[in-house]
């Protein structure tokens, strides 16, 4: 029997999901298939049911779901527990598991930096901003700051995770090793022309955007021409998708050929 994965999100707007699992589970011969389930917030405890009756093997979770679908599970992962979020539901040993694969994309490309930041500065605080910092504490980034428009939100993330909040006006002012954009500055659309870093950069700095559309975000550009090593957003995006396929199936993926899928579809 073809077995079901998908992702549950609302709004679902286009998402380069299926083109990514649905290339794995072909290339890996797998009878699979990834769909696309639009759900509404009071759907939600209604597709979990649905999850557990059809014994669905796997579950990529997008916004809102991200924190209300951890009560309908059965465990989580520790990561999953410290971000407070999960998008991805897998099964083990008949049990339904939330996991946090936002933190391991987040942190793959870092990790195979040849050296790692003492400091680190995450731009905004939402969803992402969350899983950034979470990540940069697993990698055990000495300084770990976090500047955001509206400094609140900043701070509660602070609180919960160990970071210090730096002002949103002031963030040039830090001389950071790293500096992680979660902001949709730069971001296709109206946002194309905006950057969450006008002018220079710290020397020697990596500078990280987790936007993938474009795949160069006027960030990304100007950092590389400042000579700074630069992480492009793809990179988190398939690092996550790739640690899905890994829970779904216990299977290798080669990143390679899939990171050559998406950049193409990216255009
Ligand atoms: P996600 O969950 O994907 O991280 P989000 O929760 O919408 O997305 O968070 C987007 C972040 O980008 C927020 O921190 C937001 O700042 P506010 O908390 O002040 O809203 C930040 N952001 C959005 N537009 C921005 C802009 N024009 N300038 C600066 N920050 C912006």
């Known amino acids: 029997m073809t077995q079901k994965m998908g992702i549950i999100g609302w709004p679902l707007g286009h998402t380069m999901s299926p083109t990514l699992h649905n290339f794995l589970f072909e290339r890996h011969g797998l009878d699979a298939k990834y769909e696309v389930w639009p759900t509404q917030p009071e759907e939600l405890e209604a597709f979990v049911s649905r999850v557990r009756e059809e014994k669905i093997q796997g579950v990529s979770v997008t916004i809102p779901h991200k924190q209300a679908v951890m009560k309908h599970l059965d465990g989580m992962s520790f990561r999953a527990k410290s971000v407070g979020a999960v998008n991805t539901l897998f099964w083990e040993d008949g049990q339904l598991f939330g996991e946090n694969t ?140 790739l640690a899905q396929f890994r829970l779904w199936t216990g299977q290798e993926p080669d990143p390679d050929t899939a990171r050559e899928l998406l950049r193409s579809a990216l255009g």
């Open 102 to 241: 936002d933190v391991t994309g987040l942190i793959a490309p870092l990790r195979a930096l040849q050296k790692q930041p003492e400091t680190a500065l995450v731009l905004g605080a939402g969803g992402a901003a969350r899983a950034a910092v979470a990540g940069l504490n697993e990698l055990e980034i000495e300084s770990v700051f976090i500047a955001n428009r509206t400094r609140s939100k900043a701070e509660t993330i602070a609180h919960d995770l160990a970071a210090r909040v730096v002002d949103w006006e002031k963030r040039q002012t830090t001389t950071p090793d790293l500096i992680i954009n979660t902001t949709p500055l730069g971001m296709a659309g109206d946002m194309q022309d905006m950057t969450p870093w006008p002018g220079e950069f710290p020397s020697g700095c990596v500078v990280y955007d987790i936007v993938y559309n474009p795949l160069r975000t006027r960030l990304l550009r100007e950092a590389e021409q400042s000579g700074c090593l630069i992480i492009e957003g793809l990179e988190m995006f398939l690092q996550q998708g």
